[in-house]
């Protein structure tokens, strides 16, 4: 079927934070997935939040009128008039009753994702929060025909966390790593502190990862302030491995957020601060349950208190493992899935049909021209040498340990996929292979990639392979964060020698 086009009202700055932003975000790649189409319409954001949208292949339209004017409302229905959408996605407590009837009274239909009734009034077709603590009760002034999409089993995971849902945590008893993130943008520096506070923490050969949001003002003072600290401290900033670097962590420490619902998901022992009522409500739910521990409000940090609860959970290897098993079992990573199948009944039919058909020898020019169009775009200097000409197809076609395929999406070829099984090079092992993956200009961001790399790494392991590799093109961002989004991780980097043989 045609791709649905959907808008996704929500704002960011350093001082609101980008959560909302980033929560959606995680709904958006499950449309992409779905073969629908995301456009973020934002009346605010910042450089570093538009960067990373971009990189994840969503449209960003920024807008005129300020949220709280009263054209607010028609400025986003027009936009979703103009796409051609049906359903506004909103997410942030700053979209009034008013707002939200101005969107229905234009015959559109509205997703609201909120926490614990912030917003007071909803006149939305769904409702989805997906707190601990979330009831019908928040929602009490509602329209009849509301569906409230209720707690953890809608949490809503970023692409990157879903290759990691049948992995499980093994609790270590010694070398604690500990995992600070604090959001996108800190607007309380409570990074800076944490920082400084941890050479309090009794815990011997601990090292300390520090992650800092990009849309965060003091990358630059946090590098500074951790070096002066005699402690193992490494501070970065806009990594693509975020789901690794929780499962290498014993301990992480946030402030509330989303971060919070995936490090449940990767069952990662936390602590967490809060900084209002709403997050104190969530964080005191989380430990009751015994699921999270707390630190308290931001605004009474005291270094004290923080190094006893370190140390004390790196001391409880139990407790450690009754959070690491209790977590993946309520952030199941399934929450995008099913806002969707409510989102578009029958969601089945949203999602591409992509099949695997095998390139024939009669179709060696057809392919040529696709396989030189890949190539001059992933090299815009190159031009098919005699021996590709002559050599390149027929080897593929000629070896058993080679699968050349045409990559069909709803009846429509759509790129090829070349994969293998090859011997181990030292071993008695086979090894799996991914040499190119190819989707038409025109065709992609409609999950036809995504769709075609399960596809053929499932018939890979048919094989029974001991490990499934590729190799990705110096600078190809894009590529890299698709494969990691997969499962795939970084292991090696291959140099090539470009002086030339005398």
């Known amino acids: 079927m045609p791709s649905q086009t959907f808008i996704i009202r929500a704002d960011a700055s350093i001082a609101m934070g980008t959560g909302h932003v980033i929560r959606s975000l995680a709904l958006a790649q ?50 979703a008039q103009d796409r051609g959408g ?51 009760e928040m929602y009490a002034r509602r329209k009849p ?14 692409r990157e966390f879903r290759a990691w849902r049948s992995w499980k945590r093994e609790i270590r008893d010694v070398c604690p790593q500990l995992l600070i993130t604090i959001g996108g943008s800190d607007p309380d520096k409570l990074t800076l502190r944490l920082i400084e506070a941890i050479p309090e923490i009794a815990c011997p050969n601990m090292t300390t ?16 302030a951790a070096a002066a600290v005699p402690a193992p401290i490494h501070v970065v900033r806009n990594i693509n491995n975020m789901p690794e670097l929780m499962a290498t962590s014993d301990v992480a420490i946030v402030c509330g957020g989303g971060t919070l619902w995936e490090l ?73 899935q099913r806002i969707i199948e409510r989102l578009v009944p029958g969601g089945p039919e949203l999602t591409t049909c992509v099949s695997l058909i095998p390139v024939t020898e009669a179709e060696k020019n057809d392919f040529l021209k696709v396989a030189e169009q890949h190539f001059r775009e992933l090299n815009t200097n ?38 293998g099984v090859e011997k181990h090079r030292f071993l008695p092992r086979q090894t799996g292979a991914i040499y190119e993956l190819y989707i038409f200009p025109e065709l992609r ?25 590729l190799e990705v093109t110096e600078g190809n ?16 980097e291959r140099f090539v020698f470009e002086g030339g043989v005398e």
Not at 388 to 403: G, R, V
């Open 382 to 419: 190159f031009t098919p040498a005699a021996d590709w000409e002559t050599h390149y197809f027929a080897t593929i076609l000629n070896s058993p340990m080679y699968s050349l395929r045409w990559i069909v999406a709803d009846g429509r070829c759509a790129g090829f996929v070349l994969f």
């Open 86 to 136: 049906q359903w506004i996605i909103v997410d942030g407590y700053h979209f009034s009753p008013a707002f939200q009837s101005g969107l229905k009274g234009r015959g559109l239909k509205l997703l609201f994702i909120d926490d614990c009734g912030q917003c007071g009034s909803y006149r939305s077709d769904i409702v989805v929060d997906q707190n601990f603590c979330a009831s019908a």
């Open 264 to 336: 449940l998901f990767m069952g990662c022992p936390t602590l967490s601060y809060f900084r209002d009522a709403m997050q104190e409500s969530i964080i005191a739910e989380l430990s009751t349950a015994e699921l999270v521990r707390s630190l308290g409000r931001v605004d009474e940090f005291d270094p004290q208190r923080l190094a006893r609860a370190v140390e004390e959970l790196v001391a409880c290897q139990n407790c450690r493992i009754s959070m690491a098993d209790r977590g993946p079992k309520l952030v199941d990573g399934q929450g995008v």
């Open 145 to 158: 025909d509301t569906q409230l999409l209720l707690g953890p089993r809608y949490a809503m995971l970023r």
């Open 30 to 79: 499950g449309l992409q997935d779905a073969g629908g189409t995301a456009v973020f319409a934002m009346a605010e954001s910042t450089p570093a939040i538009d960067e990373y949208l971009q990189e994840q292949g969503v449209e960003v339209t920024r807008l005129r009128s300020s949220p709280t004017s009263d054209n607010h409302a028609g400025e986003v229905a027009d936009l």
């Open 209 to 224: 990862t520090v992650v800092v949001g990009g849309s965060n003002p003091s990358f630059s003072e946090l590098k500074r």
């Open 445 to 469: 961001r409609q999950g036809i990639a995504r769709a075609c790399a399960r596809k053929v790494i499932e018939e890979l392991r048919k094989s029974c392979p001991s490990k499934i590799q």
């Open 477 to 492: 961002i894009r590529a890299s964060k698709f494969w990691q989004s997969l499962g795939f991780r970084k292991v090696t």
